[in-house]
């Protein structure tokens, strides 16, 4: 007799309701929602608005990723789950889900009763766990990042300020990125010596204070700079079709050439730069940003693999990261499973930017990347802290983000906390940083979990209660299958939260029986969380 995994591995594509056909050049699916099914996936960024509802414009995965991560992957609470190789459209017309592909007929396949099973039999079958994970550091400790702080002002003495603060402040050491404009220019690996009198020093001593190091780095290559001359006489750039010159590319940095990492040669040729710089600096991995779809989407690019496509091109570049296990991403294509840190796209310092972090998270699990991060604390655009007015900055605003981060699986700091907080705000943004830390040993075993389950690390009250109407909830989240975590995400103290089946007790000791509803009331030094005793 054949197990139940692998009945539930032989999969079988429901056509009831579902109307199907090929227009010209592309196919179109139209799939009738079964009673009470809630649709996921697609894009990370969507996540506040998943489950999908209602009438939602078009979506094409191979055109916009909307500064975050894609995947050609909708799964539903009815267990049904919608895979292609190849990026599609989509899109909710009169309650109904129409896809479109270039490529292929997209179906629906059952895969069970569940949204838990509908992910975990596409994961085994489309991206299935690799077995391995990033480093523990990312999972047990918090990360520092120099953007919010100097932006493209990076230089040795405010990066060892920053260092000595988290220190001086009594936060864990943890892994700290020095982010964009460190090196000379685009394609270089070396530090700008103006700014960095002594870069190997430097790192000695961030390594002694207990610190991990990576760099920023891009794709991309400056003109007529000696590496561009370099890599386009051996063919390494990206080229203008139908000639050997390197294209030009437009990005949020100006004009420049880009690795083409379709070609074997260029991306071994990138490795063993970084790989260099390891050896001469000490570094321990990089931050690999910039590899968004539209980068790629202009026909007039020609690639060494004559087949790629914008979102394949972005996948390569992903790859280069797998060499390197401190990585983090923000934009990727596909890459479920494996040991890569993805990071969610960059939000605003706003009360709505808090209130996207759990849906968000929860997408990136349910599309295989249970390896994220949740943004920077109090938001990741720049220039919401530029010249700030302290006495009108929301300093709860820091405290409930800090709050959120602290039960995720990572949490990262880049405006410093001690800059724009008073002692009691900072004192309890410490105390979180501190909670992250305590629990990490718990969080390190759900990422070894997730290596060979593919399970999400962060998972939604839908997948961890099926069919107990958590479909639509957005405000709390299961961390592994012990903690529910129900954090504060406005400026009032009080919140419902649902408490499935269960015995749970709450971070003060009471004991509660669900399923249940409670009105709960949380001063700014409470977050609340319940973990699951019976």
Avoid at 283 to 297: E, M, N, S, T, V
Wanted: hydrophobic content about 40%; aromatic content about 12%.
């Amino acid at each position: 007799m054949m197990s139940k995994l692998k009945h539930l591995l032989i999969l079988t594509v429901i056509l009831v309701g579902t109307i199907s056909c090929k227009a010209g050049n592309q196919y179109r699916s139209e799939i009738s929602s079964l009673p009470g099914e809630k649709w996921w996936g697609g894009m990370v960024a969507l996540g506040s608005k998943m489950p999908f509802e209602g009438e939602m414009r078009l979506f094409n995965l191979a055109s916009e990723n909307m500064n975050n991560q894609n995947v050609p992957l909708l799964i539903s609470s009815e267990g049904r789950y919608l895979w292609s190789d190849k990026p599609f459209a989509f899109k909710i017309e009169n309650g109904n889900l129409q896809i479109f592909s270039d490529y292929e007929q997209v179906n629906p396949v059952v895969a069970g009763k569940t949204l838990k099973e509908a992910f975990l039999n596409a994961s085994a079958k489309h991206f299935p766990p690799s077995g391995k994970l990033p480093e523990a550091d990312f999972f047990s400790k918090p990360q520092y990042n120099t953007w919010i702080e100097l932006m493209y002002n990076q230089n040795q003495n405010d990066i060892l300020k920053y260092a000595d603060n988290v220190l001086k402040h009594e936060f864990p050491t943890g892994v700290f990125m020095v982010d964009d404009n460190w090196q000379k220019y685009y394609g270089n690996f070396e530090f700008k010596p103006e700014r960095f009198p002594d870069p190997k020093g430097m790192v000695e001593r961030l390594h002694k204070q207990g610190f991990r190091i990576m760099l920023w780095i891009c794709p991309f290559v400056s003109p007529d700079s000696p590496e561009f001359r370099e890599l386009q006489a051996k063919g390494y750039l990206i080229k203008q079709k139908g000639t050997k010159n390197a294209a030009i590319i437009p990005w949020w940095n100006g004009y420049s050439a880009c690795y083409d990492l379709s070609n074997p040669a260029a991306a071994e040729h990138l490795k063993g730069e970084l790989q260099k710089m390891q050896r001469e600096y000490g570094i321990d991995g990089f931050k690999f940003d910039a590899g968004d779809i539209d980068h790629y989407r202009n026909p007039a690019l020609e690639y060494f693999d004559k087949n790629a496509t914008s979102v394949e091109m972005c996948q390569y570049w992903a790859k280069m990261g797998l060499n390197f296990p401190y990585n983090e991403y923000r934009a990727g294509w596909k890459m479920g499973g494996e040991a890569l840190v993805q990071r969610l796209g960059d939000k605003d310092y706003s009360w709505n930017a808090v209130k996207l972090l759990i849906p968000d998270m929860v997408a990136a699990g349910l599309m295989g990347y249970a390896y994220t991060c949740p943004d920077m604390i109090g938001g990741g655009q720049f220039g919401s802290f530029l010249n700030i007015d302290q006495t009108k900055l929301d300093q709860e605003l820091i405290v409930r983000s800090c709050q959120v981060h602290a039960l995720m699986p990572m949490m990262q700091f880049s405006v410093a906390p001690w800059r724009i907080l008073d002692e009691k705000h900072l004192a309890i943004c410490r105390d979180y940083a501190h909670l992250h830390e305590k629990m990490g040993s718990y969080i390190l075993e759900l990422a070894h979990h997730a290596a060979k389950t593919g399970e999400p690390i962060v998972r939604h009250m839908e997948y961890a209660f099926p069919h107990q109407g958590f479909t639509t909830c957005k405000d709390q989240f299961m961390l592994g299958d012990k903690y529910l975590v129900a954090p504060i995400l406005t400026k009032v103290n009080t919140r419902k939260v649902s408490l499935p089946k269960g015995t749970w007790k709450d971070d003060t000791g009471k004991i509660f029986r669900g399923p249940k509803v409670i009105e709960v009331t949380a001063e700014l030094e409470r977050l609340p969380y319940y973990e699951r005793i019976k």
